[in-house]
């Protein structure tokens, strides 16, 4: 039993005198009651055209047979409402976009749904853009996002677990696999960690993605995101686990190996014989991005016998007079393409021409003209720089610079021996690697059969490969 | 974990960068040249030119290479004079051509080949030629048309020579070396020869016209016994000396089909194999499969018996080929064919006996019975003579 006044009086202080909780007391045939909402979050048509229309509705007759609970209840046109009876709970339903309707001398108050509409629509990918797969990409609602998935999986083994983290955002999370599908003591420890999770903010996915990957010291990334809901619907079919975070526009994926990172949207809509020699300039792609500069740095400062004749005479041609030794010209084109690449992300798509404009010109042309650099080290950057775009992730993009550095570092150091040393070092660093105990190099070591059909060389098939879990065990991995 | 970062670490810093050298630093040698002067030994190195010019970033101002001589007692005092006159550390591992003068070949070789054998600093697939008459250190300042670099006209030329000529094979050092000292074979090197007017080659203006004044000739084998050059093959013999040494990639024969017309036939297929009866009765078994590239007599092709008749001509021709180059091999009493390790081979016991009387008694009276299985396989796109 509470008094609407003294109710709103304890609310207003427990929210520090809120100027956007909006208290509107109405008396309905001589009895009191009050609407309370947080304004920004509901819409004002609903609460007008739902709430206060059906309150005016009631009629005298309706009160005189029930109590005004009831005749309330029955006469409100909100599909969804809930009964609150803790003090605790008002606070979470009022910074949810719920509508409150306090009674006076009644002990539940009544909570309807009154979100305001305040998301944008769902709109087409813009990261993983795909020619023939369907356009609809993730928003920030989470209840969107969530339908965007079951409209594709219609069936009752969707395991969710529901979340909310962060002290001060209480941000809604939702932990997703298939049953029979997905591990389940994976999918466990996933939310025993999200669980632990202390922290006074969750803004969007990405201190969740940190925080899931702590544990693993390599730059290589073992979580994946997608914005595609057909994707993340894919990934749950191999018996992934998928979280999904309010306020952000893609999901998390998780185990993620390195094949992963060379499976794209597009392969799926291919013929596997062309997907298959995609996935083989990927590859292709990936080394190189790695090793070229390296190598180059190499075989021009150490090893000038493995270079074939010609060539070293074209690139001793081109050395001439450069007065820097060839891994500070390396170093400068490197630097010089990063920043770029990191400006280009950030900057606004019109300031953007400007910049090619300066990349182009004054890196390309005028620093070979100047004789800073000579054109092959702009070659090799450039061939670089192409082979590391072809992958999606930006976390795999990013370790593969920090990898190609090492083996710059290496190759200029000890030549190709070095350059061995820091390919052990890398393949030291991926054999150990696990992404939720799922051996980063899965499909190839340890040897996975039916995985190792959708990695170099893409296999026809008609079902989803399933993840294998099955050499972990014996691995005994921590 | 951080240990065996630091640990790893350390491992790049505790370098020295050993045997780091910058391109800039080095002078690529391209060809070698070797000759005899005075009792010094004149060592002449062809350095690729890779001075950038100013107009194009990827080509090269003046001459596409410079050479470099100093002579010395050895090759190695030579060629570490060199650094007097060079700016650039001269850096041999993309050697292509090793060319020896003629005078110097004369008094022998092995001493030269010491060096390069021993060290480990330049690469041994180079190939070895005789510079006949003219110098190397002349041959070697020649400006050569199609191919900027000389050294690397002359190793063209001979590798296209034997590929569609056969009157010489590329014969690279460790080929040559191992053929020497393993194997009781005599050395056998291809050699050139300078024609055209002097002291022009090694100016521009032997570019400046279609046909260059000087040009560099590739010739027949120089023969050497105990690695001391005694003379020279013609290109018939030479034709003859691959095609015994089953060295023969492709050639042409040309002979009489009448009176007075001529037939040539390119040989397409051929396999040589030397059978060893005793010390002095060899079998030389050839199985050359031919095809007609042009035809001057008045002969019906579409006749089998015709074809027969050239086949016959044309067997008889490759034998007198073959026999010819035999004959001046005796008489140059040199054992290029490896006879004498043929038979070791075949009969090591027996060969004990004559070791030390081969060249006194036995090489010089071997007889040969020459087998030929010839085949004309193709006759052309027509039957008809065009006649």
Same mark, same amino acid.
């Not at chain 1, 150091?413 to 980063?440: A, D, E, H």
């Given at each position: =039993?509470? @008094?609407?006044?003294?109710?709103?009086?304890?609310? @207003?202080?427990?929210?520090?005198?809120?100027?956007?909780?909006?208290?509107?007391?109405?008396?309905?045939?001589?009895?009191?009651?009050?609407?309370?909402?947080?304004?920004?979050?509901?819409?004002?048509?609903?609460?007008?055209?739902?709430? #206060?229309?059906?309150?005016?509705?009631?009629?005298?007759?309706?009160?005189?047979? &029930?109590?005004?609970?009831?005749?309330?209840? &029955?006469?409100?046109?909100?599909?969804?409402?809930?009964?609150?009876?803790?003090?605790?709970?008002?606070?979470?339903?009022?910074?949810?976009?719920?509508?409150?309707?306090?009674?006076? &001398?009644?002990?539940?108050?009544?909570?309807?749904?009154?979100?305001?509409?305040?998301?944008?629509?769902?709109?087409? /990918?813009?990261?993983?853009?795909?020619?023939?797969?369907? @356009?609809?990409?993730?928003?920030?609602?989470?209840?969107?996002?969530?339908?965007?998935?079951?409209?594709?999986?219609?069936?009752?083994?969707?395991?969710?677990?529901?979340?909310?983290?962060?002290?001060?955002? *209480?941000?809604?999370?939702?932990?997703?696999?298939?049953?029979?599908?997905?591990?389940?003591?994976?999918?466990?420890?996933?939310?025993?960690?999200?669980?632990?999770?202390?922290?006074?903010?969750?803004?969007?996915?990405?201190?969740?993605?940190?925080?899931?990957?702590?544990?693993?010291?390599?730059?290589?990334?073992?979580?994946?995101?997608?914005?595609?809901?057909?994707?993340?619907?894919?990934?749950?079919?191999?018996?992934?686990?998928?979280?999904?975070?309010?306020?952000?526009?893609?999901?998390?994926?998780?185990?993620?190996? $390195?094949?992963?990172?060379?499976?794209?949207?597009?392969?799926?809509?291919?013929?596997?014989?062309?997907?298959?020699?995609?996935? %083989?300039? @990927?590859?292709?792609?990936?080394? $190189?991005?790695?090793?070229?500069?390296?190598?180059?740095?190499?075989?021009?400062?150490? *090893?000038? !016998?493995?270079? /074939?004749?010609?060539?070293?005479?074209?690139?001793?041609?081109?050395?001439?007079?450069?007065?820097?030794?060839?891994?500070?010209?390396?170093?400068?084109?490197?630097?010089?393409?990063?920043?770029?690449?990191?400006?280009?992300?950030?900057?606004? /798509?019109?300031?953007?021409?400007?910049?090619?404009?300066?990349?182009? %010109?004054?890196?390309?042309?005028?620093?070979?003209?100047?004789?800073?650099?000579?054109?092959? =080290?702009?070659?090799?950057?450039?061939?670089?720089? #192409?082979?590391?775009? /072809?992958?999606? !992730?930006?976390?795999?993009?990013?370790?593969?610079?920090?990898?190609?550095?090492?083996?710059?570092?290496?190759?200029?150091?000890?030549?190709?021996?070095?350059?061995?040393?820091?390919?052990?070092?890398?393949?030291?660093?991926?054999?150990? $690697?696990?992404?939720?105990?799922?051996?980063? $190099?899965?499909?190839?070591?340890?040897?996975?059969?039916?995985?190792?059909?959708?990695?170099?060389?893409?296999?026809?098939?008609?079902?989803?490969?399933?993840?294998?879990?099955?050499?972990?065990?014996?691995?005994?991995?921590? | 974990?951080?240990?065996?970062?630091?640990?790893?670490?350390?491992?790049?810093?505790?370098?020295?960068?050993?045997?780091?050298?910058?391109?800039?630093?080095?002078?690529?040698?391209?060809?070698?040249?070797?000759?005899?002067?005075?009792?010094?030994?004149?060592?002449?190195?062809?350095?690729?030119?890779?001075?950038?010019?100013?107009?194009?970033?990827?080509?090269?101002?003046?001459?596409?290479?410079?050479?470099?001589?100093?002579?010395?007692?050895?090759?190695?005092?030579?060629?570490?004079?060199?650094?007097?006159?060079?700016?650039?550390?001269?850096?041999?591992?993309?050697?292509?051509?090793?060319?020896?003068?003629?005078?110097?070949?004369?008094?022998?070789?092995?001493?030269?080949?010491?060096?390069?054998?021993?060290?480990?600093?330049?690469?041994?697939?180079?190939?070895?030629?005789?510079?006949?008459?003219?110098?190397?250190? +002349?041959?070697?300042?020649?400006?050569?048309?199609?191919?900027?670099?000389?050294?690397?006209?002359?190793?063209?030329?001979?590798?296209?020579?034997?590929?569609?000529?056969?009157?010489?094979?590329?014969?690279?050092?460790?080929?040559?070396?191992?053929?020497?000292?393993?194997?009781?074979?005599?050395?056998?090197?291809?050699?050139?020869?300078?024609?055209?007017?002097?002291?022009?080659?090694?100016?521009?203006?032997?570019?400046?016209?279609?046909?260059?004044?000087?040009?560099?000739?590739?010739?027949?084998?120089?023969?050497?016994?105990?690695?001391?050059?005694?003379?020279?093959?013609?290109?018939?013999?030479?034709?003859?000396?691959?095609?015994?040494?089953?060295?023969?990639?492709?050639?042409?024969?040309?002979?009489?089909?009448?009176?007075?017309?001529?037939?040539?036939?390119?040989?397409?297929?051929?396999?040589?194999?030397?059978?060893?009866?005793?010390?002095?009765?060899?079998?030389?078994?050839?199985?050359?499969?031919?095809?007609?590239?042009?035809?001057?007599?008045?002969?019906?092709?579409?006749?089998?018996?015709?074809?027969?008749?050239?086949?016959?001509?044309?067997?008889?021709?490759?034998?007198?080929?073959?026999?010819?180059?035999?004959?001046?091999?005796?008489?140059?009493?040199?054992?290029?064919?490896?006879?004498?390790?043929?038979?070791?081979?075949?009969?090591?016991?027996?060969?004990?006996?004559?070791?030390? +009387?081969?060249?006194?008694?036995?090489?010089?009276?071997?007889?040969?019975?020459?087998?030929?299985?010839?085949?004309?396989?193709?006759?052309?796109?027509?039957?008809?003579?065009?006649?």
């Amino acid at each position: =039993m509470y @008094k609407i006044n003294e109710l709103i009086e304890k609310i @207003k202080i427990d929210t520090n005198n809120n100027k956007d909780i909006i208290y509107r007391e109405k008396v309905i045939h001589k009895k009191n009651i009050a609407i309370i909402f947080n304004e920004p979050l509901t819409s004002s048509n609903k609460i007008s055209d739902f709430i #206060i229309r059906s309150l005016n509705g009631i009629s005298y007759l309706d009160i005189k047979k &029930n109590k005004l609970l009831d005749a309330i209840k &029955n006469n409100i046109s909100n599909f969804k409402y809930k009964e609150i009876t803790k003090y605790e709970d008002i606070f979470s339903y009022l910074h949810r976009g719920f509508t409150l309707i306090l009674i006076d &001398n009644e002990s539940v108050i009544l909570a309807l749904e009154t979100k305001g509409n305040i998301s944008r629509g769902v709109s087409t /990918p813009t990261s993983e853009v795909s020619l023939r797969g369907p @356009k609809d990409a993730f928003n920030e609602e989470i209840q969107v996002n969530l339908g965007l998935i079951k409209k594709r999986l219609k069936t009752n083994d969707l395991i969710e677990t529901e979340l909310y983290l962060g002290d001060y955002t *209480n941000v809604k999370t939702v932990v997703i696999g298939i049953k029979n599908l997905y591990k389940k003591t994976t999918y466990k420890k996933v939310v025993d960690k999200l669980k632990a999770l202390k922290t006074n903010g969750v803004v969007d996915g990405e201190v969740l993605k940190n925080y899931l990957d702590k544990e693993n010291k390599s730059p290589f990334p073992t979580t994946m995101t997608t914005e595609r809901p057909d994707t993340v619907c894919r990934r749950l079919l191999e018996g992934r686990i998928v979280i999904l975070i309010d306020n952000t526009c893609y999901a998390l994926v998780l185990p993620a190996v $390195l094949n992963d990172f060379f499976r794209t949207v597009e392969d799926i809509y291919s013929k596997s014989i062309n997907t298959s020699i995609i996935r %083989l300039l @990927k590859y292709l792609a990936f080394w $190189l991005a790695l090793l070229a500069p390296g190598i180059y740095i190499a075989l021009i400062t150490y *090893n000038q !016998e493995i270079i /074939p004749t010609d060539l070293l005479i074209s690139f001793a041609i081109q050395r001439d007079s450069v007065p820097f030794p060839a891994v500070v010209e390396g170093f400068i084109m490197m630097i010089a393409f990063e920043i770029i690449r990191e400006a280009d992300l950030r900057l606004p /798509p019109n300031v953007g021409s400007s910049l090619s404009i300066v990349g182009a %010109l004054i890196l390309g042309e005028a620093a070979v003209n100047a004789g800073v650099v000579s054109p092959i =080290m702009i070659i090799v950057i450039a061939i670089t720089a #192409i082979c590391s775009l /072809p992958f999606a !992730e930006l976390e795999l993009i990013n370790a593969l610079r920090i990898y190609r550095i090492l083996f710059m570092l290496g190759g200029t150091l000890l030549g190709m021996v070095g350059i061995l040393l820091v390919f052990i070092f890398l393949t030291i660093n991926l054999t150990s $690697l696990n992404s939720f105990k799922t051996p980063y $190099l899965m499909p190839f070591v340890p040897v996975d059969k039916e995985g190792i059909k959708d990695s170099v060389i893409k296999f026809p098939h008609k079902n989803h490969y399933k993840l294998s879990f099955n050499n972990m065990e014996k691995r005994n991995v921590k | 974990m951080k240990k065996i970062i630091i640990l790893v670490l350390f491992i790049f810093f505790s370098t020295g960068c050993f045997n780091y050298r910058e391109l800039n630093d080095l002078a690529i040698v391209s060809g070698v040249g070797i000759d005899k002067k005075g009792d010094n030994l004149l060592v002449t190195v062809q350095v690729i030119n890779t001075v950038k010019s100013s107009s194009d970033s990827a080509s090269s101002a003046g001459p596409k290479f410079i050479v470099f001589e100093a002579e010395g007692k050895t090759v190695q005092e030579a060629t570490r004079k060199l650094i007097l006159n060079s700016s650039k550390r001269i850096y041999a591992e993309h050697l292509e051509l090793m060319l020896i003068g003629e005078d110097l070949a004369k008094d022998g070789i092995l001493e030269v080949f010491d060096l390069f054998f021993r060290n480990s600093e330049s690469r041994k697939q180079f190939l070895v030629m005789v510079s006949q008459e003219k110098s190397a250190n +002349e041959v070697l300042k020649i400006l050569t048309p199609l191919e900027n670099l000389n050294a690397k006209n002359i190793v063209d030329t001979v590798k296209s020579n034997a590929k569609y000529l056969g009157v010489s094979e590329p014969i690279t050092f460790d080929n040559m070396i191992a053929d020497y000292l393993t194997q009781k074979k005599e050395i056998y090197l291809p050699s050139l020869k300078v024609i055209g007017s002097e002291n022009i080659g090694e100016k521009k203006e032997n570019l400046e016209e279609s046909k260059s004044d000087t040009e560099v000739v590739i010739t027949g084998y120089a023969l050497f016994k105990d690695n001391k050059l005694l003379g020279y093959l013609d290109l018939h013999d030479s034709v003859g000396t691959t095609f015994l040494n089953n060295k023969i990639d492709k050639t042409i024969l040309t002979f009489k089909c009448d009176e007075k017309d001529y037939i040539s036939l390119e040989v397409t297929e051929n396999k040589t194999n030397i059978i060893v009866k005793d010390a002095l009765n060899y079998e030389i078994n050839l199985k050359t499969k031919t095809k007609i590239n042009e035809i001057n007599c008045a002969i019906d092709l579409e006749k089998e018996k015709n074809i027969k008749e050239l086949n016959k001509k044309g067997k008889e021709y490759l034998e007198s080929l073959i026999t010819n180059a035999l004959t001046s091999i005796k008489n140059y009493d040199t054992d290029i064919l490896g006879l004498e390790n043929l038979f070791y081979k075949n009969f090591p016991h027996k060969y004990k006996s004559i070791k030390n +009387e081969w060249y006194q008694k036995y090489f010089k009276n071997t007889n040969f019975k020459i087998n030929i299985d010839f085949k004309i396989k193709e006759q052309g796109n027509i039957l008809k003579v065009t006649k």
